[in-house]
């Protein structure tokens, strides 16, 4: 804590006053200038439209101009301002507390935000500056900041303005501005198109848990319906007066989307409510990229999130969400295939599946399993077979991850270990009292499903 904060904003308002006086002396004399630069963005070729797959019609270009920025003058005038009497009065009075090197580090950064804020076109009121200070002197003493990011996702439409999907979670479909960005010119794979936004925004001490929520969040939504939804921008921001105000990360090519979600106005409340729910029951550690040590559903997860996301062979893709059924659904190592989709039957006919459909579904889904793991690939005959029935192939890939999907989200909820859940499908089975007990149990899984 400060030992004395109002003698603290009272050395920053002498400083501040200082720093304000020679800005305006600057200003009036020509010496205090903007700087122009070349900035590169990007500009839609026609109006913004998408198209069904999340794909914006008629593309971007990248557009040059020269613009003015403060930026540089307002370093110039924060590092000036650190070599000022007044300056070193604030240091002596915050080194008491936090040492010499941390007080010239929050100071300095305190002094860019300040410096800036004043230069802005708009200039900054004393209601500005006093509400700057109070947040520096709150931030010293260990009060919690805004922070958050906003993300730019593939893989999810909405056919609604906007979602929000908890209290600071919010989903919206982009807008012009959302594509008529600054370019950067080091990332090549930066000009990928967002279909939705997606902002968090927090109140906390410690914003690098960012990332692991936005890896969460895409979790969930991926388990909402079989969408390949993947982050390819992030930029957090933050009011914190100490950190850096904001910081720009892509998502990488690895990544690709083969199925895209629709969320239209009668998923809202769907969506809303499976949210809610999933968000206190997945997982601390959940995600695409588990450990040794993550548990069977993490495994299983990190399997359908390369089915849905990665690139590779359809038998590859099928093989990968089998693989995911067994890690949830099997713990022998006899007759799999049959146990498999005699228990994955079984559990989605309580949810209004038609269990003989995803038998057949899941027969043909471990046949190519199968033939994937043994070197093969489809043969032509087997092809067609299956193109007749699935119209095409590649829709016993979705079936396939659709069953998947509900198996997880049901294992979630349910909160039983992988054994028992078992159990409880092979019991219900062959009797009718555990078939009425497992029913009873699913219900409360059945209305997010």
Known sequence: MIDKPNTVRTALDVLLARVSDELRKGLAAGTVVPSEVPQTRWKLVAPLQIDDNGILKGGRRSETKLEKTWAFAASAAAQAASQTEEYNAVIVLLASTFGIDLAKQHLSQFLSSMTRTILEPEGASRRTIDSLVSMFLDELSGKPVTYGAEIELQGIMLQMEHIELAE????????????????????????????????????????????????????????????????????????????????????????????????????????????????????????????????????????????????????????????????????????????????????????????????????????????FAHGDRLSYKKNKKLDDWYKPVANLLVETL??????????????????????????????QQRHAALENQLRIVRQYL
């Open 168 to 371: 600071g979670i919010t989903l919206r479909r982009p807008v012009t501005a959302d594509f008529e960005r600054e370019m950067d010119l080091d990332i090549t794979f930066g000009s990928s198109n967002a279909s939705a936004i997606m902002r968090i925004e927090r109140i906390g001490l410690n914003a690098n848990d960012i990332q692991r929520e936005v890896t969460r969040a895409i979790a969930v939504l991926r388990l909402f319906c079989v969408a390949s939804v993947k982050w390819i921008c992030m930029r957090q921001f933050s009011e914190s007066l100490f950190t850096p105000a904001s910081w720009t990360m892509h998502n990488g090519p690895h990544e690709i989307v083969n199925h895209v979600g629709k969320i239209n106005s009668q998923d809202r409340q769907k969506l809303e409510s499976f949210w809610n729910r999933m968000d206190s029951c997945v997982p601390p550690d959940f995600s695409s990229n588990p450990n040794t040590e993550s548990d069977h559903l993490a495994i299983a997860f990190e399997r359908y999130s390369a089915a849905l996301t990665r690139p590779g062979l359809l038998e590859e893709k099928i093989a990968q969400a089998v693989m995911a059924l067994e890690a949830v659904l099997i713990n022998e190592n006899l007759e799999l295939a049959y146990k498999l989709r005699v228990r994955a039957a079984k559990l989605l006919s309580f949810f209004g599946d038609d269990a003989i459909h995803v038998n057949r579904v899941l027969k043909d889904a471990y046949g190519v399993r199968s033939t």
């Open 402 to 431: 659709d069953i998947l999907r509900q198996v997880l989200v049901t294992a979630i909820l349910i909160r039983k270990g992988k054994d028992h859940l078992i159990d409880m499908i092979d019991y219900a089975l062959i009797d």
